[in-house]
């Protein structure tokens, strides 16, 4: 009955609702209840509400949009788009540069109505729930002619939301959590009660509190924080530090800061209502609720394969290659499976070399699922995975992944009569690491299974060629210097150590090399042909995979990688001792980092500052005579004494000083200035 009723639902939600594209003139109500009027559909907008441009770009409207905030790095779209600052402070020049005939703002962006009025179409998109977030990503389609995929979208989320309410259904309302989304730095702050925020803990089954007060963000007492007695917190990636005030008396007297019931996930997840909202509710209820999830009897859904895909590789002995989507454990698992046409030998990171492997195979689980399988262990969840995609786990090599299927790389690489083909998926943001350096957490005797990331980057090689067990092992070794290669020039950060290294891996890095069929070939190095195509697929592989993962590329904006280094600009300029408030001087700062000769220098410092950290660099004397430079060109005067950051490595230290010293002395003038005036 159960599975009747989910079928049900989502039938009812593959329905179209107002799914027609618009007629122009096109008009509607914005949040705001202004009336809006479109003559024809925009050619160029500029979002400066990150959920807004999420929505746009899901939807495939990448090419009307020209200019977002730095806030937005997800979709993989996002990359190359122009930045014109951040959420809070937009730099409206910028914006007025792009020409936008559209600009979707905020309420809280207050100049851009003074500023724009006249000169463009101003919509206010603001989600105060999940239902509205859905309009408005049908309501995106009918303007931009992209009905099928809003509505495809709205589905999807929708029917994990379904799933997860009759998840829940089943757990007695006296076991319910009392879950709070945690905000703030040093002291606890949350959402209003009106907030869709507190409507995603009720989607997710927990019970949320009720302060009395409305808002995005409402300060919480003592008090109000011990009556409600919260049993789960959850915050977003820049709510960790909070952690260190909740140990204070009173504050650690709670039962989620006594039983280590805090969690936090990406920021672009919790912190907005747009079109991953099924995806959160499901992440945050698997938290919640491990123990009753990961009980079969209370499964929702058939474990099978719901969807095949057909995928296209050039090699005489693939039988078959197919991306499968499976229902396991409530939750849409994705694969990557290649069949051969005879069994071969293959080297795997993961499960050694094996003789008789008739398929390989790469399985996305998603991170609501990650707790329930890593109880299992590594074997029983290989069986059961491989049970359900009906394949023999005896003639099976397979890898486990958190990054998704969807964003797999296919490369192939040729000279001559020789090919190579990889598939790659990479996340690097959330537990890459610096072999050599950073510390091992996981001690094998006593191993628990509780240390997945969603970060890894897993490797399928194959080749037209037969590789002798020689070439397969050394093919490794080229496969991974090429990894490595990637992670050094896209500048990926360790993890544990994000300012002063970059990273060599994730840690939990795997590769299948596949014997294959042909020529035979006994080198596999660096100053092999084969070698060389190894690499060269490797590296093209693992770069495509994490821009279409993580939105990373070279060319990816000077806060993106600031905060990678977890240097966050707003605590940087609230503890940098000067007479300037912290929030001036932040937007003195963000419109600096916008002109690409301040942001190419912290660039330059940041690579000056790993290489002085390895020790190829030791004085530091024209670097700075440089800092002196800079600073006194923001300034527009000349600057004799740098103030430099404190608790920084020495050249972050400086060349960041040499920016905030500058901005110091500009504003300090302009305010001067203007008080004279």
């Not at 490595?484 to 993890?495: E, F, G, K, T, Y």
Request: glycine share 8%; charged share 20%.
């Amino acid at each position: 009955m159960k599975y009747f009723n989910y079928l049900l639902a989502m039938l009812l939600f593959l329905l179209p609702v107002s799914s027609q594209a618009a007629e122009y003139p096109f008009t509607f109500n914005d949040s705001a209840e202004k009336i809006i009027t479109l003559q024809k559909q925009p050619q160029r907008v500029v979002s400066l509400v990150p959920s807004v441009t999420e929505m746009l770009l899901r939807i495939g409207v990448d090419e009307a949009v020209t200019g977002i905030t730095y806030h937005s790095t997800l979709p993989p779209q996002t990359a190359g788009k122009e930045i014109i600052g951040g959420f809070f402070r937009p730099n409206l020049d910028r914006v007025a540069a792009l020409e936008p005939e559209v600009i979707f703002y905020a309420d809280l962006q207050k100049d851009v109505p003074d500023r724009f009025a006249d000169q463009a179409t101003l919509i206010q998109l603001t989600a105060r729930s999940i239902e509205e977030s859905f309009d408005h990503i049908r309501l995106l389609g009918r303007i931009f002619d992209r009905t099928i995929k809003a509505e495809e979208i709205i589905a999807e989320e929708k029917r994990q939301l379904s799933v997860i309410q009759d998840k829940i259904a089943g757990i007695p309302q006296e076991q319910k959590q009392r879950v709070m989304r945690l905000m703030g730095r040093d002291s606890v702050m949350a959402p209003g009660d009106n907030s869709f925020q507190n409507e995603y803990i009720q989607a997710a089954g927990g019970i949320a509190p009720e302060f009395g007060k409305t808002g995005n963000i409402i300060p919480v007492s003592l008090e109000e924080w011990q009556k409600f007695n919260p049993q789960v917190l959850y915050g977003c990636g820049g709510d960790r530090q909070i952690q260190d005030f909740l140990e204070q008396s009173g504050w650690n007297e709670v039962d989620a800061v006594r039983n280590k019931r805090i969690f936090f996930f990406p920021c672009d997840l919790t912190c907005r209502a747009s079109t991953h909202t099924g995806y959160f509710v499901s992440w945050l209820a698997a938290r919640i609720y491990g123990k009753d999830f990961g009980d079969p009897t209370d499964f929702i859904l058939p474990e099978q394969v719901v969807d095949r895909k057909p995928l296209q590789i050039g090699l005489d002995y693939i039988k078959k290659a197919e991306i499968i989507e499976s229902d396991i454990k409530d939750f849409r698992n994705k694969t990557v499976a290649l069949h051969f046409s005879r069994p071969m030998t293959v080297v795997s990171t993961l499960e050694g070399q094996r003789s008789g492997i008739s398929s390989v195979a790469n399985h996305y689980f998603p991170p609501p699922s990650w707790g329930l399988g890593h109880k299992q262990g590594l074997e029983a969840l290989r069986q059961s995975t491989l049970k359900v995609l009906d394949i023999d786990p005896a003639t099976t090599a397979m890898l486990f992944t958190g990054a998704n299927m969807d964003n797999l790389a296919v490369v192939k690489q040729s000279f001559k009569e020789m090919e190579v083909y990889v598939l790659v998926t990479a996340g690097v943001l959330s537990n890459a690491v610096r072999m050599s350096v950073d510390a091992g957490r996981f001690y094998e005797p006593d191993f628990t299974g509780k240390n997945k990331k969603q970060g890894t980057i897993n490797v399928l090689l194959l080749t037209n060629m037969q590789l002798t067990p020689r070439a397969m092992t050394r093919a490794i070794i080229s496969a991974t210097e090429a990894k490595s290669a990637v992670l050094q020039d896209l500048d990926i950060r360790s993890s544990y150590s994000p300012v002063v290294n970059p990273a060599t891996g994730t840690g939990t890095d795997n590769i299948i090399v596949v014997e294959g069929a042909g020529l035979r070939i006994d080198a596999s190095g660096g100053h092999s042909k084969m070698g060389e195509l190894i690499a060269r697929a490797v590296y093209e592989g693992v770069q495509q995979a994490v821009h279409l993962q993580n939105g990373v590329t070279t060319g990816r904006s000077i806060f993106q990688r600031l905060k990678e280094r977890r240097i966050n600009l707003y605590e940087l300029c609230n503890n940098y001792t000067s007479p300037v408030n912290g929030s001036v001087l932040r937007k003195q700062i963000e419109t600096l980092l916008l002109d690409p000769k301040y942001a190419n220098f912290l660039k330059a410092i940041m690579a000056i500052s790993d290489d002085f950290e390895k020790g190829l660099i030791t004085d530091l004397d024209s670097l700075g005579s440089w800092c002196l430079t800079v600073a006194g060109q923001i300034a527009g005067v000349n600057v004799t004494e740098i103030k430099e950051v404190e608790n920084m490595p020495q050249v972050l230290s400086r060349g960041l000083g040499a920016l905030l010293t500058g901005a110091v002395v500009l504003t300090t003038m302009e305010h001067n200035l203007n008080s004279y005036k």
